[in-house]
């Protein structure tokens, strides 16, 4: 795991005592609050519906136990004992006051993390797979990678102040668990018939009220090369990005008004500039950054073989939250946020305390965090799994749903967002109560449900299979249906199939599509995807509305 040089200290210890600052003189009433809002978003203050929230970047979502038991403190100290994990892959505290922010920074700097770069016109937290270093499919670890991109994306003095936010993704396998195709910039780490790592790049990717699936830009750049390509994507949209629409604002839109062979003639030209001068990286960099994450090590004889579970629902749970890792002996066990009826994505101060001394002493003190809005223990010696699993069942946090309907994802909505039209966390909390009670989410296996609570889409809900997005109808919450969305190595945005739902009609619904899908599936092993494109949309529909 990467540690902080002298650079990134200091850089963020000063960042600290200039907030501050800020947050006095805001506090005195020296600084207006328009005055202070450009100052505070710089440093992941929000102010939400009821209180400041405060997004710490969790950079491409790896912890270790010491930062996960530093923010179960935080949230012990000045929240109100628990954390929101978000789809970045970052922790938002929703409730601190804004005198305890500075002293909060404070502490998240003794443990390496800040909040810089979680809001703003700025390039964003880069997002990874979470399986990453351990997935048996990977062409290359892309931590090292990602690594790089925060390095150089962090402050950037070129990049600061952009036409709208913009994230990148990566990923390191064939199999995309990182969604980049929904991104301002993706990247898949491949190989050349030289043997020499590179990427196919993505742009113009991005959800939100025009969403758009990226569009390919190159099949190889050399990785030596990858920050004088970014530079040029990033350089393009710069200049020619729209600021004076803020709906029209995101690179997504520059892709499609230039044209995408347009846009890409604009980057070749760009990078051909670029190529080969102060952007190169040395391979003696690469090297260097790759030294900070190391290979996993199969485990020792000693903990090959495990004892049996004491705690019910064990092979349940193997069969749903535990990943084959590509050493052998080790798996990857996924610590769902999601109980049946649970709010998605938070977790007490207690529970973080608890995961941090299990990934001490069974996982090489490592935790990922997932756009699911997960937790995962990277590596795991399987003979441990058995006493793991009992351990999470003691907390709460054994549910075996992970990647089933009731691992479902939902942004915090109206019951925190100032920009929010409807609750997303009730509806969620229904919709699993429902499909767990009615079996269906058993039945139905993999196959995901996503909900936003406003046009912006933090819950992801247009790359989901089910997505659900709230509105205003005359002052009433509604909900949007949309089918066959897909974040994986098959992008699609889901198309809605019908008119608004009311909250209280959205759990049977839902229920009624995958209820649908289990009668016109052919099979176990066909996915929701598949049935859908099989059939067409309008059984689904029927379903729905012919009641």
């Excluded at 403190?73 to 000045?78: G, M, P």
């Excluded at 999470?392 to 039209?421: H, Q």
């Excluded at 909900?451 to 997505?467: K, P, R, V, Y």
């Amino acid at each position: 795991m990467y540690k902080y040089d002298a650079i990134d200290r200091a850089l963020v210890d000063e960042r600290v005592e200039e907030f501050r600052d800020q947050v006095s003189r805001r506090l005195s009433g020296e600084l207006s609050e328009d005055q202070f809002k450009p100052l505070r978003l710089m440093n992941g203050v929000y102010l939400q519906l009821h209180a400041y929230m405060l997004r710490v970047a969790i950079p491409y979502g790896v912890l270790s136990a010491k930062q996960l038991r530093a923010l179960a403190d935080i949230a012990r100290r000045y929240d109100r004992g628990y954390g929101h994990f978000t789809t970045r892959q970052n922790i938002q505290f929703n409730w601190p006051s804004l005198i305890d922010i500075p002293e909060i920074l404070e502490r998240l700097a003794d443990v390496e993390m800040h909040a810089i770069q979680t809001s703003g016109n700025c390039i964003r937290n880069t997002t990874m797979d979470p399986f990453a270093g351990a997935a048996a499919d990977e062409v290359e670890d892309p931590r090292p990678w990602c690594e790089l991109i925060r390095q150089w994306s962090t402050l950037h003095p070129e990049f600061t102040y952009l036409p709208r936010k913009f994230k990148i993704a990566v990923t390191g396998a064939p199999s995309d668990r990182a969604a980049i195709r929904a991104h301002d910039i993706g990247l898949r780490v491949v190989r050349n018939d030289e043997g020499e790592t590179g990427f196919e790049v993505f742009a113009g990717g991005g959800l939100g009220r025009t969403p758009r699936i990226g569009v390919k830009l190159t099949d190889f750049v050399d990785g030596r090369d990858l920050l004088a390509y970014l530079t040029s994507i990033l350089r393009v949209y710069n200049l020619a990005g729209r600021r004076d629409n803020l709906y029209k604002a995101r690179i997504k839109i520059l892709v499609e008004s230039m044209g995408a062979d347009a846009f890409r003639d604009e980057v070749e030209a760009t990078f051909a500039q670029l190529r080969g001068g102060v952007h190169l990286t040395p391979r003696e960099e690469i090297d260097r950054i790759r030294s900070f994450f190391p290979p996993p090590l199969a485990p020792a004889n000693d903990v090959a073989e495990g004892s049996a579970p004491s705690r019910p629902g064990f092979n349940r749970w193997l069969l749903r939250n535990v990943a084959a890792h590509k050493v052998n002996g080790l798996a990857s066990a996924i610590i769902s946020l999601k109980p049946i009826g649970g709010s998605p994505g938070d977790a007490t101060a207690d529970q973080m305390d608890a995961v941090a001394a299990l990934a001490e002493k069974y996982a090489g003190g490592e935790i990922r965090v997932t756009k699911e809005q997960n937790l995962v223990l990277p590596h795991v010696p399987r003979g441990y799994l058995p006493k793991l699993y009992d351990a999470l069942f003691d907390i709460g946090l054994a549910t075996p749903n992970a990647g089933e309907a009731t691992d479902i994802v939902s942004c915090p909505g109206l019951d925190y967002c100032n920009l929010a039209n409807a609750r997303s966390i009730p509806v969620a909390q229904a919709i699993s109560h429902r499909l767990s009670a009615d079996g269906l989410s058993d039945q139905a296996g993999d196959l995901t449900i996503k909900i936003s609570g406003c046009i912006n889409a933090c819950g992801h809900h247009h790359i989901a299979d089910i997505g659900l997005l709230g509105v205003d109808k005359r002052g009433e919450e509604h909900y949007q249906l949309t089918l066959g969305g897909s974040g994986t190595e098959d992008a699609a945005i889901g198309q809605i199939v019908g008119p608004g739902l009311s909250g209280e009609n959205v759990p049977e619904a839902v229920a009624r599509v995958v209820a649908a899908y289990l009668e016109l599936r052919i099979s176990a092993s066909e996915k929701f995807s598949q049935t859908l494109r099989r059939t067409g949309s309008e059984p689904f529909k029927e379903a729905v509305y012919a009641h």
